[in-house]
């Protein structure tokens, strides 16, 4: 079973930035479209950024959109989410999972279309 693993959430000040790495031990990111999704307490699971397998494409959430960068290096096999500018909306628990092989190019912006989701790591901005 696949497993990815989240790190880099930290307590960081409104308009900091911030980097998550997501990892996994025994997939190749080269060969699969990777999400990041973060979840707010009380609320499902939201889109934030995709990547393909070429690290060429990427698509953002509304709300990030011109904020956060995502990423992959494949010499260290990690998928980064560069955060900017943030924002105290952005507080939320923050995990990456990879894309089903059957998920239409429509359904990426659907955590239910991935799995391999990790633990999370939480990020908290304040005021």
């Known amino acids: 079973q696949v497993q990815l693993v989240e790190s880099g959430g930290e307590l960081v000040q409104a308009g900091g930035s911030l980097r998550l790495s997501c990892t996994a031990s025994?997939?190749?990111?080269?060969?699969?479209?990777v999400g990041w999704f973060r979840q707010f307490v009380g609320k499902e699971r939201d889109f934030v950024a995709t990547?393909?397998?070429?690290?060429?494409?990427?698509h953002y959430g509304d709300s990030v959109n011109g904020r956060f960068i995502i990423s992959k290096d494949k010499a260290t096999n990690t998928v980064y989410l560069q955060m900017n500018n943030l924002k105290t909306e952005d507080t939320a628990v923050y995990y990456c999972?990879?894309?089903?092989?059957?998920?239409?190019?429509?359904?990426?912006?659907?955590?239910?279309?991935?799995?391999?989701w990790g633990q999370g790591t939480r990020v908290t901005v304040s005021s």
């Open positions: 999972g990879k894309a089903h092989p059957f998920a239409a190019a429509a359904e990426l912006r659907n955590p239910a279309m991935f799995d391999g």
């Open positions: 025994t997939l190749t990111f080269d060969a699969w479209t």
């Open positions: 990547i393909d397998r070429t690290g060429t494409r990427t």
